[in-house]
């Protein structure tokens, strides 16, 4: 099996970790990047530094982001392969009216221009070296709008879409583009991060049913990147089975 390097953004807990394992696991070397230094070197310890570098920095902190990267090229010349565009967040569920601007700019700030600049530094490498492939987390929330969803679906769909451009302009180049969309995922911090806190409000979403694991969404990250690189996977939209789209609202005034 053909061996990666693999930048894993948001990489300090829920999907980042369990991609970064699974990445290990099939033999592949994993750069880790995220601001939390700790957990990042904790992480490390576990996958040992032979197959694991770590950048502990703010996504949106596009010169140090860039220093980290050409230091890795040269000090240990690794040239990365693939981009696993995992960073991103929901903040708040209030409705539109309701919603707090700072979490709206944040969103936006993380999930998209985050994301966009990674690609960005790395894409004219990958073109050079003749071979990438970049993996986006989208979400279900990018296809599916629901209540409080606002900003959140409305980065998701930026996603889904520059995912699908990015294939537009790179079909040529051998570079794959893959967006992953999740429906409800445990297991991880998005639902205490999106209620800023609230442990009893973020457990509520997935009790009673079966969500999604951070596994699951790792094992579908891994085997888009494994499969022959002849194979572009465009877009995977997974959701739990207990999960599904929900008929479309229409507001009455009265019940008669
Ligand atoms: C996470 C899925 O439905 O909570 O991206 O927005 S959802």
Redesign the pocket.
């Known amino acids: 099996m053909k061996q990666y390097t693999v930048l894993i953004t948001g990489a300090s807990s829920g999907f980042g970790v369990a991609i970064a394992r699974a990445l290990v696991k099939k033999g592949d070397r994993v750069i880790i990047l995220a601001r939390r230094a700790e957990k990042l070197l904790e992480l490390q310890k576990e996958l040992t530094e032979e197959y694991c570098l770590c950048i502990a920095a703010d996504i949106c902190n596009r010169a140090k982001i860039q220093q980290c990267i050409e230091h890795i090229y040269k000090k240990h010349a690794w040239n990365i392969d693939v981009l696993v565009n995992n960073a991103g967040l ?1 903040l708040g569920l209030q409705s539109a009216n309701e919603a707090d601007f700072n979490d709206w700019e944040q969103m936006i700030a993380v999930n998209i221009s985050g994301l966009v600049s990674l690609t960005h530094l790395l894409l004219p490498k990958m073109v050079d070296q003749g071979y990438g492939h970049i993996v986006n987390i989208g ?3 990018g296809s599916y709008p ?1 209540p409080g ?1 606002n900003i ?2 409305a980065t ?1 769909a930026f996603v889904k879409q520059f995912s699908l451009n990015l294939r537009a302009d790179l079909y040529d180049k051998n570079i794959r583009v893959t967006d992953i969309e ?4 445990g297991g991880s911090e ?1 639902s205490f991060v999106r209620f800023k806190g609230d442990v009893q409000r973020a457990k509520k979403v997935y009790e009673g049913t079966t969500p999604l694991m951070p596994e699951d969404i790792a094992e579908t990250v891994a085997w888009s990147i494994h499969l022959p690189s002849h194979v572009n996977i465009n877009r995977i939209e997974l959701m739990p089975t207990t999960q599904a789209p929900s008929a479309l609202n229409v507001y009455r005034t009265s019940n008669d």
């Open positions: 929901a979400s279900i929330a629901y969803g959140y679906g998701k999740p429906g409800l995922v998005f």
